[in-house]
């Protein structure tokens, strides 16, 4: 006989920034995956999937809805990158 699972609540154990968190479905929209850290990641970061061998990697938008494997990989980077805005100064 099988067993009944119905009650049993799925845990997807996924990396942001290397911190471990765990979602309820293996399906997420981007706004739900950003709001798993605290705090939140806010619009100055943006959240990429990092993607296995010669494929890009991919942006996370909040507004989209994504299958997560369990063990998913993400970390974030700056929304904007000015490589004229840094403090290094050369000598």
Not at 61 to 81: D, H, L, Q
């Amino acid at each position: 006989m099988a067993a009944d699972h119905s009650n049993s609540k799925e845990h997807i154990p996924v990396f942001i920034d290397e911190v471990k968190f765990e979602l309820a479905s293996r399906h997420a929209l981007g706004a739900q995956l950003r709001a798993l850290p605290t705090p939140p990641l806010g619009p100055e970061l943006d959240l990429w999937l990092e993607v296995a061998g010669p494929k890009d990697d991919e942006l996370i938008r909040p507004e989209s809805n994504y299958e997560v494997r369990p063990g998913s990989k993400f970390y974030t980077a700056p929304s904007t990158i000015n490589p004229g805005s840094g403090s290094y100064v050369h000598s």
